[in-house]
């Protein structure tokens, strides 16, 4: 079965204060494109076309009004509403009906992954998930995070949260694939200390069977946090650099749709004409012309 995608945009974005009193943290811009479009062009690269976007009451009515059905992309977009955040692996208590009987795509809406070949790395670890799938990023600093450790065949055997000894330098990042038994795991965890249902009690089920993997984001890759202002600014930074050296745009949904075959040149050049007082738009018109001719 086909893999539904779910992106988490929840959360009060308490560090971000007072930025994000008013507008979801996933709304705010990394360089020249709202936030929520990294996570969406991970999910779009994985191939992955039905996406349940999660958020809270308040801002879902302007994620609609930003990517609407995501028709546009060639996507079918939904929208849940979370009353409260209740910890990360509430996502699959809301996108039950969302995923229905096949695998799940998780991925953090604050989370922005950049790397050579990405697609090809999503889709060889997408295409038939048994189990759970996570991705490991080495740090400089792996106290700070959730850390994954493997056996020699890649096989997940322990993960710990910010250790004061870390077993590994390799952080699990914010994007996740499971199974159909994540649901099932989900509506049986307790909630933690903080009251939450937590998204490494699901994957540490996963490692108790024996099924779980952590792949290797290494050298070349940038996994990019936004929680904090100092982070958003090195974020877009980051991706203002790339761009501009390269001449290409990271995460450009119109672009992403037009390589993956969701949509054809004709529909992209018009996504871009839309916007052709930007320099967003005129890149979306070359990128469409480009394949036209």
């Known amino acids: 079965m086909a893999v539904k995608g779910i992106v988490l945009a ?33 999910l779009m690269l994985a191939g992955i076309r039905d996406i349940l976007l999660i958020s809270s009451p308040d801002q879902v009515p302007n994620f609609v009004r930003l990517l609407g059905d995501g028709a546009q992309f060639g996507l079918n977009i939904t929208y849940a509403a979370q009353e409260s955040p209740d910890g990360i692996a509430q996502a699959f208590l809301l996108g039950a009906d969302h995923i229905g009987g096949g695998p799940a795509a998780l991925i953090l809406g604050d989370n922005i992954f950049h790397g050579p070949s990405f697609s090809d790395v999503l889709e060889e670890n997408v295409r038939d998930v048994s189990g759970c799938v996570l991705f490991g990023y080495p740090v400089s600093d792996p106290g700070r995070y959730g850390v994954g450790e493997t056996d020699a065949s890649g096989r997940l055997i322990s993960i710990e949260e910010k250790p004061e000894r ?13 199974d159909n038994d994540v649901i099932d795991i989900a509506k049986n965890l307790r909630p933690s200390g903080r009251g939450e249902l937590e998204i490494t009690d699901v994957n540490l089920a996963y490692v108790r069977q024996g099924r779980a993997r952590l792949v290797d984001l290494g050298r070349g890759f940038a996994w990019l946090d936004t929680g904090t202002p100092e982070a958003l600014l090195q974020a877009g930074q980051y991706v203002q650099t790339i761009e501009l050296r390269q001449g290409v745009r990271i995460a450009c949904l119109e672009e992403v749709a037009l390589r993956m075959g969701f949509i054809d040149a004709e529909q992209c050049h018009r996504l871009g004409a839309a916007q052709a007082g930007s320099g967003y738009g005129q890149y979306v018109m070359n990128i469409a012309s480009s394949f036209r001719g």
């Open 10 to 42: 929840g959360g009060r974005g308490t560090r971000l204060h007072p930025i994000t009193v008013a507008v979801s943290k996933q709304l705010l811009p990394v360089s020249d494109k709202p936030m929520i479009y990294y996570p969406i062009s991970v």
């Open 166 to 178: 870390p077993r590994s330098n390799r952080a699990v990042t914010g994007l996740y694939f499971y």
